[in-house]
């Protein structure tokens, strides 16, 4: 284990849930997340060899794919220690067809550490998981990487954080070289150097001669920011005219809870440097989980505190269903685990017995024998147990808010190459979107198709593979399809609707009268309903349903059997039967009702656009334009990027990027690379003919 010159770092950890840090490391791809992670790992001692992304023997990218493609593609779990604190992390893909993952571990998660490249800045993805933490309330420290690379900027990258993500991006360190020379770091909170020799040793020694000045023009500036934004550093300031290191780091972790501010540290993770200080920073000004607010039911209605003598309250965040056993991992809120323990999962009503409690390390496990509020640790045993799903005491049920996942956008056909394996390849289908909630798999009633549907070309890639290599089943794919949407462009007023069938006993009546309109622009939501309806004539209670059955219609428009969105529906007026009237009747005319409203209406077929940002030589520019026009994108942007590339920004139709990444490797001999994220909906054109 190293040993960090200003910090006494023990394996062992205080036995209290204050010394635990829940952390996720966030990230554009190849910012250096996972490098980031494994230089943790192997600094805490909890490795003894640094893995590298280039020679695939990271840890945390364990699965074969990740290591033959480069990147993180599951969000992997490792627990180790530092001054005497239990840190539980989690490194998150970075790429945005894995953008669930990242948001299933953002609900368990205390804090982040968001890394930036040095010299590319806020990278589209960056934006992303930043944003997704925001929603989530997660406090953040950011990472400035790879200094030691031609054109890497600190400032840059600090005035880009300021600019794109908007917080108050505060940077403690000054860098002592620059690229190539890059050897250390200025602490400008104590005034103090750290150098690292090549072994990646640290020295602890005075600011160098070359840079005091420098560094006492950034640590007044540093002040002056937090007295602005901290009361408590205000009033020592204008007393003192300056502020204590004592008084800079506790108002830098107030600023840091409350998302005031965002401490910006910075080095090189590949090389070993400042990964000492960024492990002290996390620990100092991230929260634990007693500094977070408690839980509270999805219904707002219970709370449960971060105290080991509450009620057992823990939420599966991940389960991983293998051939060999299935994993469901928790993060626990309230109460302790035992190894034996029976919980109830609320979201099923079953009781699950927890015959096993695993520390995790990646893929590697160690048995404990019980888990307390705080703790992030997987359990065997739940056999049901979905993600989302709450554990918790029967005798004190709770039902925690589930993580959210993303609508998926893209579908393929997938069906067995071989007849005799087509039963094997549902199971398959079925355990992948068990582990993967954004994974949807069906059966399209009209062709007998099964579909898998997903976040992006690349996230079906990657399933279709895991079923290959983890079941040896061949599968055949077809060409994707893209989620289309409806959307109304001329609505109708005034439209009835009678709804009246005897089939003996009881009847069914309803009438109804509707204005359909397109929702105005800007508006939220897909769907609106009002009643204007007076006098009774139409009962409340039946109101309800008259919503309910629009919603149903919505489902399916006349175009194609797609979803409808941006519909805006009044019930301007009714009659009801003194005896056939009821909400089953007045719920199925409202969805018969709308839909032969759609077919009266004027509608139009939307189609799903991505945001797409590439870099590419500027030799090959001309080339990749006119390939994105002829995918009918549009450009926004064209800007000069690092060296002799250039940053296209387009909007481009998600249908015209498959394949895409094929084509740009082609036409730029594979020196361009390009990311999407999605954005929104546009009308498509209309079929030819």
Known sequence: MRTHTTAAITAATTDTIAAVRNLGILAHVDAGKTT??????????????????????????????????????????????????????????GHVDFADEVERSLRVLDGAVAVFDAV???????????????????????????????????????AAIRERLHPRPLAVQLPIGTEESFAGVVDLIRLRALTWHDDGTPQEGPVPGHLEAEAAVRRRALEEAVAELHPEALEEFCARATLTAGTLTAALRDLTRTGEAVVVLCGSAYRNRGIEPLLDAAVAYLPSPLDVPPTHSADRTQQRDPDPGQPLTALAFKVTAAPTGRLTHLRLYAGTLHKGDTVLDTTTGRRERVARILTVLADRHTETERARAGDIVAVVGPKHTRVGATLCDAGHPIVLEA??????????????????????????????????????VATDPETGQRTLSGLGELHLEVAVEKIRRDSGIEAAVGRPK???????????????????????????????????????????????????????RVPREYVQAVEAGCRDALAEGPLGGHPVTGVAVTLTDGA??????????????????????????????????????????????????????????????????????????????????????????????????????????????????
């Open 36 to 93: 980031v992670t494994e230089r943790i790992l192997y600094l805490t001692g909890t490795t003894h060899k640094r893995g590298e992304v280039h020679d695939g023997t990271t840890l945390t990218d364990f699965d074969p794919q990740e290591r033959e493609r480069g990147i993180t593609i599951f969000a992997a779990a490792v627990s180790c220690a530092w001054a005497g604190h239990r840190i539980n992390l989690i490194d998150t893909p």
């Open 120 to 158: 590319a800045g806020v990278e589209p993805q960056s934006e992303s998981v930043w944003r997704q933490a925001e929603r989530h309330g997660v406090p953040r420290i950011a990472f400035v990487n790879k200094l030691d690379r031609a054109g890497a900027d600190l400032d840059a990258a600090v």
């Open 403 to 440: 993580p959210v996942s993303a609508e998926p956008v893209v579908t393929v056909a997938v069906e067995a190459r071989r007849a005799a394996d087509t039963d094997k390849l549902a199971t398959a289908l079925a355990r992948l979107a068990e582990e993967d909630p954004s994974l949807r």
């Open 482 to 536: 893209v989620a289309l949407r409806e959307a109304l462009v001329e609505g109708v007023t005034g439209f009835a609707h009678r709804h009246a069938r005897q089939d003996g006993g009881a009847g069914q009546f309803a009438h109804l009268v509707l204005d359909v309109h397109p929702l105005p622009a800007g508006t939220e939501g897909e769907f609106a309903f009002t009643s204007t309806v007076t006098g009774g």
């Open 576 to 689: 009801t039967h003194p005896k056939d009237s009821s909400e089953p009747a007045f719920r199925t005319a409202a969805r018969l009702g709308l839909r032969e409203a759609l077919r009266a209406s004027r509608m139009h077929l939307l189609e799903p656009l991505a945001e797409v940002s590439v870099t590419v030589p500027e030799d090959a520019l001309g080339a990749v334009l006119g390939d994105l026009a002829a995918r009918r994108g549009h450009v926004r942007a064209t800007e000069p990027g690092t060296g002799t590339t250039a940053q296209v920004s387009a909007l481009v139709p998600l249908a015209e990027l498959f394949g895409y990444a094929g084509r740009l490797r082609g036409r730029t001999q594979g020196r361009g690379t390009f990311t999407t994220r999605p954005a929104g909906y546009a009308p498509a054109p209309a079929p030819a003919g």
